[in-house]
Nanobody, 117 residues
Framework: VQLQASGGGSVQAGGSLKLSCRAS???????????KAWYRQASGKQRELVAE???????TYQDSVKGRFTISKDNSRKMVYLQMNSLEPEDTAVYYC?????????WGKGTEVTVSS
């Protein structure tokens, strides 16, 4: 299983970015049944959960991003997305795509997001 994240970049506060994550090496039915999430890790801090979406389409967000970020998926393309609006300097971090199959976690290499004030 490989996860390839993209879409990061540098934006000014108040701007938007959309992150994408493509899963490969995983059959469609397995991807569909997995839990998908985005995490982030700011410099000097621990990795934290930003948003997750279950196979039943249930979503959970970190309090600091509620109302600003939206996680979605396209099972047919084995893609996971994170739409980020009203970005703040505190959102600056490396963002990682995660897919969980049972008790096993798969991680992408991360894509960097920098928000300037």
């Amino acid at each position: 299983v490989q996860l390839q994240a993209s879409g990061g970049g540098s934006v000014q506060a108040g701007g938007s970015l959309k992150l994408s994550c493509r899963a490969s090496g995983m059959i469609w039915s397995t991807f569909t049944s997995s839990r998908k999430a985005w995490y982030r890790q700011a410099s000097g801090k621990q990795r934290e959960l930003v948003a997750e979406i279950t196979s039943e389409e249930s979503t959970t967000y970190q309090d600091s991003v509620k109302g600003r970020f939206t996680i979605s998926k396209d099972n047919s393309r084995k893609m996971v997305y994170l739409q980020m609006n009203s970005l703040e300097p505190e959102d600056t971090a490396v963002y990682y795509c995660n897919v969980r199959l049972g008790s096993r976690d798969y991680w992408g290499k991360g894509t960097e997001v920098t928000v300037s004030s």
